[in-house]
C-alpha cells in the first residue's frame, strides 16, 4: 500500500477510533469516510491502468482497495443508520485477506515490520466482525486499538518514509520494537476488558438474587 495511502488511512482511522471512544459524531466521521474512501479506490484503479500488469505490482495495489472499500462501507453505514452485519461479515473476509497478506510479508518479502502491520489489521478487522456481525459489545475496545494503529501502522510510518528516514536499518528495528509492543498493549487491553465484564457480571448477577431473596 502506497505511503500516501497509509497517510490518509490514518487520518481516517484516527477519526474512527475517536467515533467508537464516544468522542466524534457519527454521522460527521461517516463523510470522511467517505471521501477518504473514494479517493482510495481512484487511486488503484489508475495504478492498475498504468501498471506493468506484474502480478506482485497489482498485489500491492490491490490492497489499497480493502481499505477504500471499508471506508465506503463504514461511512454508508454510519450516514444511513443501516445495519452492520453487512460491513461485519465483509470484514472477516477482509481479515481473511489481510492474513494472507501478513504471512506473503514474512515469508516471501521476509519483512517484519509489513508482517506485523498486516498482522494487526487484520485483528482489527476481525474486530470489526466480532463487533458488526456477531453484535460483540467490544467498541470501547476497538477504539482503543484503532487509536494506537492508526498512529503507529499508518501516520507515523508514512510521516518517516516523507522524511526519508524510513528505509534506514535502525529505523526498521526500532519500529519492530514498537508494533511487539502495540500488540502487548492489545493483549493486556483484551484481558482487562474480560476481566471487568465478567467482574460487571458477577455484580449483576448479585443484585438479581438480592433482589430475588427481598421479594
Known amino acids: 500500500m502506497g505511503f500516501v495511502g497509509l497517510f490518509l488511512s490514518g487520518a481516517v482511522l484516527f477519526l474512527n477510533s475517536l467515533m467508537l471512544l464516544g468522542k466524534a459524531d457519527a454521522k460527521s466521521v461517516g463523510i470522511f469516510n ?3 474512501g473514494t479517493i482510495q479506490m481512484i487511486i488503484p484503479f489508475y ?3 498504468v501498471s506493468s500488469q506484474d502480478h506482485w505490482e497489482l ?11 471499508t471506508y465506503l462501507y463504514v461511512g454508508f453505514t454510519l450516514l444511513k443508520g443501516l445495519d452492520g ?15 494472507v497478506y501478513t504471512l506473503t510479508s514474512f515469508i516471501h518479502f521476509h519483512n517484519v515490520v509489513n508482517a506485523l502491520t ?15 456481525a456477531l453484535n460483540k459489545k467490544i467498541d470501547h475496545y476497538i477504539g482503543r486499538v484503532a487509536f494506537v494503529q492508526s498512529w503507529v501502522t499508518l501516520t507515523i510510518p508514512a510521516l518517516l ?7 534506514s536499518k535502525m529505523v ?7 508494533l511487539i509492543l502495540a500488540i502487548a498493549y492489545f ?16 455484580i449483576q448477577t448479585i443484585h438479581v438474587n438480592n433482589a430475588l431473596e427481598v421479594k
Not at 485483528?123 to 463487533?131: D, I, N, R, S, V
Open 34 to 36: 467517505i471521501f477518504i
Open 47 to 49: 495504478l492498475i491502468v
Open 59 to 69: 498485489y500491492n495495489d490491490a490492497s489499497i482497495f480493502l481499505f477504500g472499500l
Open 85 to 99: 452485519s453487512g460491513l461485519g461479515w465483509f470484514s472477516l473476509w477482509v481479515a481473511v485477506i489481510g492474513i
Open 118 to 132: 498486516w498482522g494487526m489489521w487484520a485483528f482489527l478487522w476481525f474486530l470489526f466482525f466480532l463487533a458488526n
Open 161 to 167: 518514509y516523507f522524511l526519508g528516514v524510513w528505509s
Open 172 to 178: 526498521n528495528q526500532i519500529w519492530t520494537c514498537v
Open 187 to 202: 493483549i493486556v487491553s483484551f484481558f482487562k476488558l474480560k476481566f471487568l465484564y465478567k467482574k460487571e457480571k458477577s
